[in-house]
């Protein structure tokens, strides 16, 4: 089954993660086992975008799939670093390598 891959662009912060959940939520109903989250459009994330990724992540993991994020831009990759984040889900420097990874 080939991955999913989602590219959230501009901010991902309470206004932006709405529209992003929704996305998030109907991939991860569908059949998808494996989904790519590329953020190198992401200027920004916050608490609401972080929680989103979460969620995403929960449900992945509790159906037996895999989420992988890559593209960060430096902002970003900040904000993931100080929240643990990056501990949670493999965070790739390139969606070649991310795709790599989850098959």
């Known amino acids: 089954m080939p991955e999913t891959i989602l590219m959230p662009a501009g901010r991902l912060d309470t206004a932006g993660a709405y ?4 996305e998030m939520m ?8 494996r989904l790519l989250i590329d953020l190198a ?3 920004y994330v916050g608490s609401a ?6 969620i ?5 993991r509790a ?3 895999r ?10 990759a900040e904000v993931f ?3 643990g984040f990056a501990a949670i889900v493999p965070v790739y420097a390139d969606r070649q390598t991310a795709l790599a990874a989850l098959r």
């Open 19 to 22: 529209a992003f959940e929704r």
């Open 26 to 33: 109907a991939a991860t109903q569908a059949e998808t086992r």
């Open 41 to 43: 459009d992401l200027v």
């Open 49 to 54: 975008g972080l929680r989103v990724l979460l």
């Open 56 to 60: 995403a992540a929960k449900r992945l």
């Open 63 to 65: 159906s037996g799939g």
């Open 67 to 76: 989420m992988a994020l890559c593209g960060l831009q430096p902002q970003v």
């Open 81 to 83: 670093d100080i929240s």
